[in-house]
């Protein structure tokens, strides 16, 4: 996905400390909507499946670009929702490391 890229790109050229942060999410979200196309859900339908926490205009804002409404965590669990790993970058820890400590 180039849309990951391309946002980390612009920000690192802003010199912005989170462009590997933004552009992870961005790729994330990139993902998360071509999974709802793919899947023919509403925006209800996805915060439906994606459970508590998560509404449509909640779900509208993720799927627009408001990353900074969302933390990598909660874009994790919307990612695992859709059998996607998630988001592993050398600033997050998978799930899995952070609970076997």
Known sequence: M???NT???????????KAEELGAKAEA??????????RGLTQAQMAEMLGRGWDQS???DLL??????????????A??????????KHYVFPRS????E
């Open 2 to 4: 180039t849309s990951g």
């Open 7 to 17: 946002v980390r790109k612009f920000f690192e050229e802003l010199g912005d400390p």
């Open 29 to 38: 979200v990139s993902y998360l909507r071509e999974q709802r196309i793919a």
């Open 58 to 60: 909640r779900v509208s």
């Open 64 to 77: 627009n670009g408001k990353l900074s409404k969302f933390s990598v965590a909660k874009i994790n669990e």
């Open 79 to 88: 990612l695992e929702c859709f059998g996607h790993r998630g988001i592993e």
């Open 97 to 100: 490391v952070v609970a076997a």
